[in-house]
C-alpha cells in the first residue's frame, strides 16, 4: 500500500495537518505509526514529541526522524540526529540519562566517535559504537568497541 501520510504533530501528539515538503525540513519525522489519525492523539506521536523536545534540551544535534513503532521494541525508539543522521539506538530506560550520556559524549570529542555511524545507549553505562552503514536492529554490524561516559575511554 501507500506510505502513511505524514502529518504535523501538537505536544498531544495529536495529527492536525498534513506536512508539506518544507515542514518535514523543519520538523523531525515521527516514524513507525501507520494508525494516526487526524484529530485524535497517538500515543507513539507524543512519545515522539516529547523525545524531541528533549533532544532540544540537551543541546544535541537536531534529531532529523525519530523511530517509535514499527522495528525491533529492544531497540526502540532510535533517532537520526544531525546533518549525517547519525544513529542513535536509545531503547527503554531512561531518557534523560541516555541523552545526557549521548551529549557527554559528543562533547568530548573522542576519535572512536569520528567514524561512527550507530551509538548505541541500551547498555547502561556502556556506549556500543558500529562504523559503516548505519541499519536498523540486528542488521546493524561493525561493533568497534563502546564508550564509558565516565571519560576513561574505550571499552570493549
Known sequence: GAPPTPW???????????ATGIDRELHPTIAGVADAQPGYPHPLLAQGVQIAGAVARHGLPAARRIQVGDGDPHALPELRIGPAERRVVLGGGDLEEKLDRLSWLLRADLAEMGAASTIDLRFGSRVILRDGPSHSGDEATGTRGGVGSSGRGRAG
Open 8 to 18: 504535523l504533530v501538537d505536544v498531544g501528539g495529536t495529527p492536525f495537518a498534513p
